[in-house]
């Protein structure tokens, strides 16, 4: 199934390979030629002495020219086929990319990095050896293979007939063979994968496992799966290795004594032995046992490769797609009104995080979202952001349900910041910017003095061309987060999604970000999760999150006034304050060991 698809691949490059085909053909001709010439040469002109000029001329110009043909046509089908195989495996590489780019966020929940990224990477370049194999090796030594049959047909009909039981002795050979290792190589590919996911996590997460010294930990669990890796490897070698050569070594041998012993019988029986014939037959035999050996071993090859492709189908066949705009009218987001009504979600079918969900933002107001950690903040923030398809209830922007919207239309007017921003390898201003061209190198440094990170940027020893690494690790959580606020204003979007970050930067940069939510928020429909309620004072609705449901509503007075949840996470709050100012370590330790913590779970 896999390998029918696979080459269903090869349907674009159909032209080329045809001539590499008829090449391969043609090579192989003349491979399986040389033997008969020479063989010709010996029973018909080297024995009876017939070695007159022309005779020899002719001997020798066939001779000659198949030696000069055989290879160039060879060096020609083995570079068609591996360009052909690079192509194929470009295209699935970009396929595989764009589908996982349109995947939804409950897929990525649920596979872990380090194994797409493998299948991205190893299981391709694995299928690229399908195609060298298969269409460079098996398709020439099978080629091969029924040449030299043909060959020894024309030389001795009925010894070639009697050759032909080895065809099925190789078949059962590499059956055996395939069904031996098929078992292991899914062995082998399954354990590479986990040994980047488990990779993958350990780089990302390199300062916690440092910090919480995990080192040892991860190396054993790494070594365990890398261990296992290897006796998988091994066990295939030892497969291979008993299989292979011996095996082939000993029909080889076998059939030599066979063909000694039947030209044996004909002289007894008073038949002349043809030497050229003898020689002709041996040294066809000897050139079908090297392809049986190369096919034996480019199995192994073609067995990942399938495994591979198998993991690269299931992965262009998932169908669990980033929700997609629904219905034909391409509606506009002109006032930024926002309407929860009755939402309830789960991420998994079973355990609603959300319960019954309502709520209104007019256009230009503030709505916070507060409540413990797991209390359903950002899954409401998933949902407004369209990563997560809305099943019961509706959400409403403009009175116009969510999914009748482009995602044109939705990115380009709701400026998403989260708690950790994530910065891309390039420079200050392409993360800005973020390669939409409508945004021009004014509008950039305008964008960053609104958020005043005009300031730190222009510090920056190359400014706005000052590079950024991988996810920006060589700014500071603040930098980032301004960064990420001046690459939100740059597209001046209708509505703002806020997850207040909660890491702590220095007085200045906080006030820098203080001061740069403020102003953003002024004219825009802001969500915000908050996580200082100090932040959120002014807000027009604060809705209070308990296990998924809004437990109490109203603007910051109101729920004072009420003496409920919110009430005791303020006094909470401003208690740690007032406690910080104090004596900051035990203050500290105090809240995070508290049974009423807003870091654990009970309030
Ligand atoms: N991607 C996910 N897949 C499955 N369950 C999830 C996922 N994200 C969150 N949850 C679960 O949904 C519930 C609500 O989580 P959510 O992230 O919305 O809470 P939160 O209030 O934003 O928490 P925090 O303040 O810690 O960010 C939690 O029980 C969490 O375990």
Known sequence: MAFRRLMGYLKPYQGKFWIAFVALLIATGTDVMIPVIVSKFIDNALIPRQLDPATLWFYGGIFLLLQVISPSLHYYQLISFQVIAQWVIRQLRMDVFSKVQHLGLSFFDRTPTGSLVSRITNDTEAIKELYISVLSSFLQNIILIIGVFIAMFALDVTLAAYCLILLPVFYMLMQTYRRL?????????????????????????????????????????????????YVAVVKNLKIFGLL????????????????????????????????????????????????????????????????????????????????????????????????????????????????????????????????????????????????????????????????????????????LVLQDPFLFVGDVRSNIRLHNHDISDKKIKEAARFVQ??????????????????????????????????????????????????????????????????????????????HRLSTIQDADLILVLHRGEIVERGNHQELLAKKGLYYKMYLLQSGAVLLETNEQTTARSLILNSPNSIFGRKL
């Open 453 to 530: 990170a005009d300031t730190f940027i222009e510090k920056l020893p190359q400014g706005y061309d000052e590079p950024v690494g991988e996810r920006g690790a060589t700014f500071s959580s603040g930098q980032r987060q301004l960064l990420a606020f001046a690459r939100t204003m740059a597209i001046d979007p209708k509505i703002l999604v806020l997850d207040e970050a909660t890491a702590s930067v220095d007085t200045e940069t906080e006030e820098a970000i203080q001061t740069a939510l403020e102003k953003m928020r002024k004219g825009r429909t802001t969500i915000a999760i908050a």
């Open 181 to 229: 290792s098929s078992k292991v190589y899914h062995v082998v590919r399954s354990k590479l994968s986990q040994m980047n996911a488990k990779l993958n996590e350990s780089i990302q997460g390199m300062n916690i496992i440092q910090a919480l010294r995990q080192e040892s930990r991860l190396r054993t669990e790494f070594g365990k799966l890398n261990q296992e890796h």
């Open 244 to 415: 292979l050569r011996p095996a082939t070594y000993l029909i080889s041998l076998t059939t030599i004594v066979l063909v000694f012993n039947y030209f044996g019988i004909q002289s007894i029986a008073g038949g002349a032995v043809r030497i050229g014939v003898l020689y002709g037959i041996l040294n066809l035999l000897d050139r079908i046992f090297e392809p049986v050996n190369q096919m034996m071993m480019r199995l192994s090859q073609m067995q990942q490769a399938v495994v591979s492709a198998e993991r690269v189908f299931e992965l262009l066949d998932q169908t669990e797609y980033a929700p997609q705009k629904e219905g034909d009218g391409n509606p506009v987001i002109r006032h930024g009104r926002i309407e929860f009504e009755n939402v309830s979600f789960s991420y998994d079918g079973k355990n609603d995080v959300l319960k019954n969900i309502s709520f209104v933002a007019e256009p230009g107001q503030t709505v916070a979202l507060v409540g413990h950690t797991g209390s359903g903040k950002s899954s409401i923030i998933n949902l407004l952001m369209r990563f997560y398809p809305v099943k019961r209830g509706t959400i409403k922007i403009d009175g116009v349900p969510l999914q009748c919207y482009s995602d044109e239309e939705l990115r380009s007017k709701m400026g």
